[in-house]
T-cell receptor, first 112, second 113 residues
Framework: ELKVEQNPLFLSMQEGKNYTIYCNYS?????LYWYRQDPGKSLESLFV?????AVKQEGRLMASLDTKARLSTLHITAAVHDLSATYFC????????????FGKGTKLSVKP | DAGVIQSPRHEVTEMGQEVTLRCKPI?????LFWYRQTMMRGLELLIY????????DSGMPEDRFSAKMPNASFSTLKIQPSEPRDSAVYFC???????????FGPGTRLTVT
């Protein structure tokens, strides 16, 4: 059974600081997705990582994928309050073509 | 583009009643997914369709749940009879191909009393 574990599950950080969210998964996959969810809202796609070594950046967020280690990271640079949200990683079971398994999410709170 | 459209946005019903949730995917997308989100279980895939055909319904919790996609622009998720433990936010998502990013609708918040 594929398991997707995120850590930390809760993260409180100050504006201007850097931090990394980790996403580990338990079986082979070369497709990983990061989503953002604001309270009471839907999920917004942030990054799609489709191969080993993939790195993508958007603003203060950078995501990377290491399929050999079965690890993805979401790095936050110089956090701002607007980044406060819950971040989910999701892994596509290899060959399943669309069956995403989501982590439990990391609730990020950025304080002034 | 209007994005994925779901209706109703909120539904409150009594135990035993039938509930039908509706979804209109983004035009041109050929894959459609139904998810359920709860605090206890997180986000779970219930069923997904490719070209209107159900591909994997292993996430559907029980026979009380059924989903249909009669055409490329419409899908329904039905719960009959509903139970309080079905209370959750139900999301519909669509993608152009199964392996690419999924675009989520605003969700339907279901409360069964």
């Amino acid at each position: 059974e594929l398991k997707v574990e995120q850590n930390p599950l809760f993260l409180s950080m100050q504006e201007g600081k850097n931090y990394t969210i980790y996403c580990n998964y338990s079986t082979t996959s070369d497709r990983l997705y990061w989503y953002r969810q604001d309270p009471g809202k839907s999920l917004e796609s942030l990054f799609v990582l489709l191969s080993n070594g993939a790195v993508k950046q958007e603003g203060r967020l950078m995501a990377s994928l290491d399929t050999k280690a079965r690890l993805s990271t979401l790095h936050i640079t110089a956090a701002v309050h607007d980044l406060s949200a819950t971040y989910f990683c999701a892994v596509d079971m290899s060959g399943s073509q669309g069956n995403l398994i989501f982590g439990k999410g990391t609730k990020l709170s950025v304080k002034p | 583009d209007a994005g994925v459209i779901q209706s109703p946005r909120h539904e409150v019903t009594e135990m035993g009643q039938e509930v039908t949730l509706r979804c209109k995917p983004i035009s041109g997308h050929n894959s459609l997914f139904w998810y359920r989100q709860t605090m206890m279980r997180g986000l779970e895939l219930l069923i997904y369709f490719n070209n209107n055909v159900p591909i994997d319904d292993s996430g559907m919790p029980e026979d009380r749940f059924s989903a249909k996609m009669p055409n490329a622009s419409f899908s329904t998720l039905k719960i009959q009879p509903s139970e309080p433990r079905d209370s959750a936010v139900y999301f519909c998502a669509s993608s152009f191909q199964q392996v690419l990013e999924q675009y989520f609708g605003p969700g339907t918040r279901l409360t069964v009393t």
